[in-house]
């Protein structure tokens, strides 16, 4: 009887990532002087889709959720943790290319998600909080999904729209809009 393979849950991914990414210097936290070597250089990378099978992609530097298509490729985010932070709380920086997802409020006062240009491995190597960049990342306790709360905004989630090609925003629990996602690694 051939064995079942195991798909790992988001805190089993979340763990070996953030042990993959230990630093080695042996100074819990350098100064800037020193110099930080990590065991790993590279982030990971992840689909992700909503409930409805909307993925996450990028067009025109706007985060979305768009339906899969057989001709519609598929966007890969890295991610990496933020080591500045509590790890129990999983914090990661997430991106594409040279760009950062962010959380910042606009001028009359919205909260948003934005795409900005920064390469998450500047932010992952830089020993501060970056708590703008940062998403808290766990399960709702089902092992085959996961959701993004804003460190910069506590209580606010990366989420969907029931419409298609809309923007990513970010929602509190309990709305109409979807925080939960699930997820694919590349292998």
């Known amino acids: 009887m051939a064995k ?5 849950t988001w805190e089993e991914e979340m763990v070996d990532l953030f ?3 230990k630093p080695t210097s042996g100074h819990p936290e350098p100064s800037e002087e020193q110099a930080v070597t990590y065991a790993h250089e590279e ?40 080591t500045a932070l509590d790890p129990k709380n999983i914090p990661i920086f997430m991106g594409t290319g ?16 934005q795409i900005v240009e920064k390469n998450i491995m500047v932010l992952y190597r830089t020993p501060e909080e970056f708590k703008n960049f940062t998403f808290y990342s766990k ?5 085959e999904i996961c959701y993004f709360e804003s460190a910069e905004f ?5 989420s969907t729209s029931s419409e298609p090609n809309k ?21």
Do not use: M
Request: glycine share 8%; hydrophobic share 35%; proline share 8%.
């Open 98 to 113: 040279n760009c950062a997802v962010s959380c910042t409020k606009s001028g009359d006062g919205q909260l948003q998600i």
């Open 154 to 158: 506590p209580g606010w989630f990366i």
């Open 139 to 143: 399960s709702d306790g089902r092992p």
């Open 167 to 187: 923007p990513i925003g970010l929602s509190q629990k309990g709305g109409p809009d979807n925080i939960l996602f699930y997820f694919e690694k590349k292998k």
């Open 43 to 82: 982030p990971w990378l992840f689909k992700f889709w909503d409930l409805s099978q909307k993925f996450l992609r990028v067009v025109n530097n706007v985060l979305i959720a768009t339906p899969q298509t057989s001709y519609s490729p598929g966007i890969f985010f890295a991610v990496i943790p933020n």
């Open 19 to 21: 042990n993959a990414h």
């Open 4 to 8: 079942k393979l195991h798909k790992k």
